[in-house]
């Protein structure tokens, strides 16, 4: 099989945040390196924050970075064919993953979580970080927080280590929540919690809800409303909750993060950062999820890049309006719901491949995505690929069942690699004025109504015997070529 060179370029990410340029980093292993030089651990009456001239802070596996900086955005420099959709002599070959997922440090990264309790000196945190332990059933946290004043005025950043318990009471977190307003430090913008493995979730903003955001609507997907949590208009940017459990419906919705590290999470609720369009966190990793709920994600309008390393299932609107999103990584997902990657202009590839059903509506409106692989997939729902501006070849080896409309009108679109169909729906393939080859397998699948409509340059290959394929003629363009496979 011939090929021409693959390039990937990879982007330097350097974090902004808090003073000066520090590479914010958390974790939830007590067997991480202890703080760095320069950051002191404050549990005590009377010691000092780190100052803002401390030593930078380097990279560790536990960190998430999201804040946009340079050289973020799009990292491949070019390479066939998920650049210019030039596919291998033979375009039935899998042209395998886009190289960008392997070589991009945070799209190819796995790094697993295990839970210990943790306690101040046990993580890196960043410079300007006041450190303090909490015993949880004193139900006390603002007023420990109030004794600790003037070193709040001096901090950038708070860290929690909670003791006897792993939750908050809501007078706590509430207390945690409006701390810049309750005692006036101008400077916070960093918040860890360690050994807090269970968080309260959000209240949907129906118009009999009695919440101040009664009846305040939140845009498209499953649910026409907002959901209040208490972070509105907190002060905290950058988030590390990395011991918590699981993200309960509505936590974080309409947040403004720039940097969200849930590095224990193994599930993400319905809305629970949805609808968050000003928000700048631009990276997502989430190495323990296994499911994503309906409208978790959706509206979080700068979003670049999102690792799932270990999701198998996320479900409608997930990450629908992600309208800067670039590239999505999820490679054991076996599910991916209803608009879940709807309105992703700016999509320039994804990793499925172990994918087995691709959604209603799934992808849509989308202007850089070229190639789409999709090696385990079996099932396509209606509308699924639909309005690509610059998509050349679909390549899904094991797709059997092709619903309404599933792959149509895509300008640009020149080959369909999908052997093992047995259905095509109505208008499955049409409206694709550019396609030029869609290769089947064996057996003529069965089919309905204009399934080759709007298709006219295209020439149906087959890998069977001539006789068993000399009655088929193309559903909705009955002159179609029909051919063996070279």
């Known amino acids: 099989m011939k090929r021409k060179a693959v390039l990937a370029v990879v982007g330097v990410v350097l974090a902004v945040s808090g003073v000066g340029a520090v590479v914010l980093t958390s974790g939830g292993n007590s067997s991480e390196p202890p703080a760095a030089a320069g950051v002191v651990d404050v549990t005590t009456p009377g010691s000092t924050v780190a100052s803002s ?11 998430v970075s999201t804040t946009p900086s340079v050289g973020r955005g799009s990292v491949r420099g070019g390479g066939l064919p998920y650049s210019d959709g030039s596919l291998p002599e033979d375009p039935t070959a899998d042209p395998g993953p886009d190289p960008v997922f392997a070589n991009d ?12 309790v943790g306690k101040p000196g046990d993580h890196q945190l960043a410079a300007g970080t006041l450190a303090l332990q909490y015993d949880v059933t004193t139900n006390a946290l603002k007023a420990r927080l109030a004794e600790r004043g003037p070193e709040l005025a001096k901090a950038t950043g708070i860290a929690l280590y909670l003791t006897g318990g792993t939750a908050l009471s809501d007078g706590d977190l509430a207390a945690l929540q409006g701390v810049h307003r309750d005692l006036g430090p101008g400077n916070l913008t960093r918040l860890y919690v360690y050994n807090l493995r269970s968080i309260q979730g959000g209240r949907e903003c129906t118009p009999t809800s009695g919440l101040p955001c009664a009846g305040q609507q939140a845009r498209g997907g499953k649910f ?15 988030l590390v909750l990395d011991d918590l459990a699981a993200v309960p419906d509505g936590a974080f919705s309409n947040h403004n993060f ?9 599930s993400i609720g319905v809305m629970a950062f949805g609808h968050a369009p000003y928000a700048k966190l631009d990276v997502l990793y989430l190495p323990s999820v296994d499911t994503i709920a309906h409208d978790a994600f959706r509206r979080n309008q700068y979003l670049v890049k999102v690792n799932l390393p270990n999701a198998t299932a996320v479900d409608d609107f997930a990450f629908d309006d992600a309208s800067r999103l670039q590239y999505f990584t999820a490679p054991q997902l076996r599910r991916l719901g209803r608009n879940a990657l709807n309105d992703s202009h700016e999509l320039v590839s994804v ?12 992808f849509d409106l989308n202007h850089k995505l070229i190639g789409l692989r999709l090696p385990a997939l079996t099932e396509m729902d209606k509308n699924a690929v639909t309005n690509f501006a610059n998509l050349r070849w679909v390549h899904a080896p094991r797709l059997t069942t092709v619903w309404h409309n599933a792959i149509t009108n895509n300008a640009q679109l020149t080959t369909v690699v999908i052997p093992a169909v047995t259905r095509l729906g109505p208008g499955a393939i049409r409206g694709n004025p550019a396609l030029t080859a869609v290769h089947l397998g064996p057996t003529p699948p069965g089919q309905e109504a204009d399934v080759f409509t709007g298709s006219p340059m295209a020439t149906v290959y087959h890998s069977g015997d001539p006789g068993a394929w000399a009655t088929f003629k193309a559903s909705g363009n009955p002159g179609l070529a029909i051919r063996p496979r070279p």
């Open 224 to 238: 026409p409303y907002l959901w209040h949590n208490g972070w509105w208009d907190t002060w905290v940017k950058q």
């Open 53 to 63: 001239g401390a030593p930078t802070t380097t990279t560790t596996p536990s960190q």
């Open 105 to 116: 440090p945070e799209l190819r990264r796995d790094d697993g979580y295990s839970y210990r």
């Open 258 to 266: 720039s940097e969200v590290s849930l590095r224990g999470a193994r």
């Open 351 to 362: 990793n499925l491949p172990e994918l087995e059903y691709l959604g209603i509506n799934c």
